[in-house]
C-alpha cells in the first residue's frame, strides 16, 4: 500500500480550520473571557472541583506564581490557548490534590520501590518516540498511557462500577479529538492516541517545574527561571507519581522517556541511580528543523497570532542550551549503565538496538517481547499517515550557521550529517 505523499505546511503564519470547526471557535471565544491566569483562582478552582485543599509542598506557589506571570505577559495566547492553558493547569492541581490525598490515606505507598528504571533521554525526533514505544510494548514493561499521564489517580466518586469503562478514557478521546480536528497534520509529526505511550513530562509538570510549558509558547522567564533552579527536587516529584501509579496499577520495571532528561543528567541519576540510560543522537540540524516546525504549527493551539520565525528562534537556541547541557553532563552517567544510540544505527536495526539496550539493562528479550514489538510495528508502520516537508529557511533560520553553531555537539558525539538544507 502507497504512503501519503510529503506535505509543506503553507499556513503556519496564518492557520486554516476547518469550517465545521466555526461554531466550536466562537464558543471558545466567548468562554476565554472567563479564564484568569492568577494563582489563587487557579488553586481555589481545583480545590472546588476536588473538594480537597491539601496541595503538599507549598514551595510549588512560587514556580506557579513565576509560570503564571508568563503565561500573562509573554505567551500572548489567544481564546485557545487560554482554554487549553487555563484547563491544562486547572488539571495538574487536581492531580496534586488527589496524589497526595492518595498517598494520606495509604502512607505505605511512599515505600514502594522503582527498581532499575529504563530511561531514554534525547531530543525530539531523534528516534526516542520509535524506541519507546518499541520497549513500552514489552509486556514485561511498565509504561505510561497518555490517558494516564494526564489524570493519574481518579477520583473516588468517578470509579466506575466492575466491567464499566474508566471515564478517564472518554475524556481523552475527547480532547484528542479536538486536537486532530484544529491540527490535521500534527500525526504526521507524531500520532497521539488514548492508549499511546506517553513521556513523563506531563508528570513533572505537576510539580510546575518542567520543560514543557515552553511548549506552550516562548516564555523567556519561565525558562530561566526553570533552569536557573536545581530539578533535583522536582525528579524525587516524579519518583513520588511513579510510586503512586506502580501502587495503582502495578508493574515491576519503568519504560520512562522524556526530551528534558538531556538537560537533566544529574538529577535523573540522583533519582535513579540504578537506571538504565538510553541517550539517542542525531544530525542537530535536521532535529532543529522538525522540532521548530511542530512547534510552529502546534502554535496555532495557543497563540493569538502565531509567530513562526519567533517559535522557531527561541527554539534553535533552546535545543542548543540543551545539547550543549547533554555535553557537559554526558560522563556524569555511569558508563556501565549507558548506552549512546545513533539515530542512523537505530533506524538501520531497530529491533538489534532494542536488543542491545536489554543486554546492557539485563532485561531478558524473550519470544514474547519480541511478538509484541513486531505487533506493535505491523500496526504502526512507519509514515502511515505521511510526512512532512522540513525547510528552515521558511522559518527565517539559516542552515549554515545552525551547523557551525552545533558543531560541539556532532564532534563529540561524531553524529552522523543528514545534509539537509
Not at 520495571?253 to 540522583?270: C, D, M, N, T, Y
Amino acid at each position: 500500500m502507497s504512503r501519503p505523499a510529503a506535505v509543506r505546511i503553507d499556513d503556519l503564519a496564518a492557520p486554516r480550520f476547518p469550517d465545521e470547526m466555526t461554531p466550536m471557535l466562537d464558543g471558545m471565544t466567548a468562554m476565554a473571557e472567563q479564564i484568569t491566569f492568577e494563582s489563587d483562582a487557579l488553586m481555589t478552582l481545583a480545590a472546588d472541583q476536588t473538594g480537597l485543599a491539601d496541595f503538599g509542598d507549598a514551595r510549588f506557589v512560587e514556580r506557579l506564581d513565576v509560570l503564571t506571570a508568563a503565561l500573562r505577559t509573554q505567551a500572548r495566547l489567544g481564546p485557545i490557548g487560554k482554554l487549553t492553558v487555563g484547563g491544562l493547569m486547572v488539571q495538574l492541581l487536581k492531580n496534586r490534590l488527589l496524589i497526595e490525598d492518595l498517598i494520606r490515606r495509604h502512607p505505605e505507598i511512599e515505600q514502594v520501590e522503582i527498581a532499575r528504571p529504563i530511561i531514554v533521554c534525547g531530543l525530539p525526533r531523534t528516534g526516542t518516540t520509535h524506541l519507546h514505544n518499541l520497549m513500552a510494548a514489552d509486556p514485561a514493561l511498565r509504561s505510561l498511557p497518555y490517558w494516564e499521564s494526564l489524570e493519574p489517580v481518579l477520583p473516588d466518586a468517578e470509579r466506575p462500577a466492575a466491567g464499566e469503562p474508566d471515564p478517564r478514557l472518554a475524556r481523552t478521546e475527547m480532547a484528542l479529538g479536538l486536537v486532530n480536528a484544529l491540527m490535521p497534520m500534527f500525526e504526521r509529526m507524531h500520532e497521539m492516541t488514548v492508549e499511546h505511550v506517553h513521556e513523563e513530562i506531563q508528570l513533572l509538570a505537576i510539580d510546575f517545574s518542567s520543560m514543557l510549558f515552553e511548549t506552550t509558547a516562548p516564555m523567556p522567564s519561565w525558562r530561566d527561571y526553570y533552569l536557573a533552579h536545581d530539578q533535583t527536587p522536582h525528579y524525587a516529584y516524579l519518583k513520588r507519581v511513579l510510586q503512586v501509579l506502580t501502587w495503582l496499577r502495578g508493574g515491576d520495571r519503568w519504560v520512562l522517556k522524556s526530551p528534558q532528561h538531556i538537560e537533566q543528567f544529574g538529577p535523573l541519576l540522583a533519582t535513579f541511580p540504578d537506571a538504565t540510560f538510553v541517550v539517542t543522537h542525531r544530525d542537530p540540524v535536521a532535529v532543529t528543523a522538525s522540532v521548530t516546525t511542530m512547534l510552529a504549527y502546534t502554535a496555532r493551539m495557543s497563540r493569538a497570532e502565531p509567530d513562526p520565525p519567533e517559535v522557531a528562534a527561541y527554539w534553535s537556541d533552546r535545543l542548543e542550551r540543551m545539547l550543549y547541557a547533554c555535553v557537559r553532563d554526558r560522563d556524569l552517567l555511569p558508563a556501565a549503565q549507558t548506552i549512546d544510540v545513533p539515530f542512523d544505527e537505530f533506524m538501520a536495526d531497530d529491533i538489534a538496538m532494542v536488543e542491545r539496550i536489554y543486554a546492557l539493562a539485563g532485561q531478558p528479550m524473550t519470544d514474547e517481547s519480541r511478538s509484541a514489538m513486531d505487533a506493535f510495528m505491523a500496526g504502526h508502520p512507519r509514515g502511515r499517515f505521511g510526512s512532512i516537508i522540513y525547510d528552515l529557511s521558511e522559518l527565517g533560520i539559516d542552515h549554515d550557521k545552525r551547523r557551525k553553531a552545533l558543531d560541539f555537539y556532532v564532534e563529540r558525539f561524531g553524529v552522523t550529517l543528514e545534509g539537509q538544507r
